[in-house]
């Protein structure tokens, strides 16, 4: 007996979704049937990239992926995000907050500027998407926010990843509860190291020391992450919020 995930009809916003893992979630929902809509900053090539993989995914299946520009850490912008989805697509079923940023230093030499604007996109942006992504979401959604190990390890020089991510993590637990009147489930992936442009930055000395530390010798794919959050979306997780899944070969610090 096969077990599909079936998603046809359903909307799924994903966040940060331009490259890296949340273009690949992009993808992994856009094969389940959703149609999916791209999130970006309008940063850099972000536009580009998201318009790409955009037409990639409605040259597979017309009219099932959109791009929408909206800067997470602006409250503003995240609710015109929202309310744009409301008209075009008459709301949400999914949300997966994915977008995030490092500025790695430790706290001597960490500057206020470098603190605040992780904890604005990183933790504060998951709060303004799902307090406005909740406004537009059709009862019995489900929302998966990006945690981390590194909420578990507290990585040198990443008080302000790490404290956002433990936040983040925290911050679904609160929503678990306050969302459960109207069946939408709220949980957390946090990745190990996982193979992303973002990942490439690190020493090959520190990561040849991280991979010591993982059971399953490799570092995770991101499809290991969209696999992920396809299950916590989908009717296998029905039972299923308020939790934490770590996805990090087995490593336990």
Not at 107 to 125: F, H, T, Y
Not at 148 to 160: C, E, K, T, V
Request: with cysteine; net charge neutral; hydrophobic share 45%.
């Amino acid at each position: 007996m096969s077990i599909e995930i079936n998603f046809a009809g359903k909307v799924a916003l994903i966040t940060g979704a331009s490259q890296g893992i949340g273009a690949e979630m992009a993808r992994a929902f856009h094969r389940a049937g959703a149609t999916v809509a791209i999130n970006h900053p309008d940063l850099g090539s972000t536009r580009h990239d998201a318009e790409s993989l955009a037409a990639e995914l409605n040259h597979l299946r017309p009219q099932s992926a959109l791009v929408v520009a909206a800067d997470v850490a602006n409250a503003e912008s995240v609710q015109a995000m929202m309310q744009d989805l409301k008209q075009r697509c008459g709301g949400i079923d999914f949300l997966i907050n994915n977008a995030a940023i490092l500025r790695d230093r430790t706290v001597a030499k960490m500057s206020l500027d470098e603190w605040k604007v992780v904890i604005d996109v990183n933790l504060s942006g998951v709060f303004y998407c799902c307090k406005f992504g909740l406004e537009v979401m059709r009862d019995g959604g489900a929302i998966v926010s990006m945690g981390s190990i590194a909420a578990i390890l507290g990585f040198y020089g990443q008080a302000n990843y790490a404290a956002t991510k433990s936040g983040v993590q925290a911050l679904m637990r609160v929503i678990s509860r306050e969302a459960a009147r109207r069946g939408i489930r709220a949980n957390t992936i946090a990745p190990g190291v996982i193979e992303t442009s973002m990942a490439a930055t690190i020493p090959e000395n520190v990561r040849a020391e991280m991979l010591k530390n993982v059971p399953l010798g490799r570092f995770g794919s991101t499809g290991d992450i969209a696999n992920a959050a396809l299950f916590l979306c989908s009717p296998l997780a029905a039972y299923v919020t308020g939790q934490t899944l770590e996805v990090n070969g087995g490593w336990r610090g």
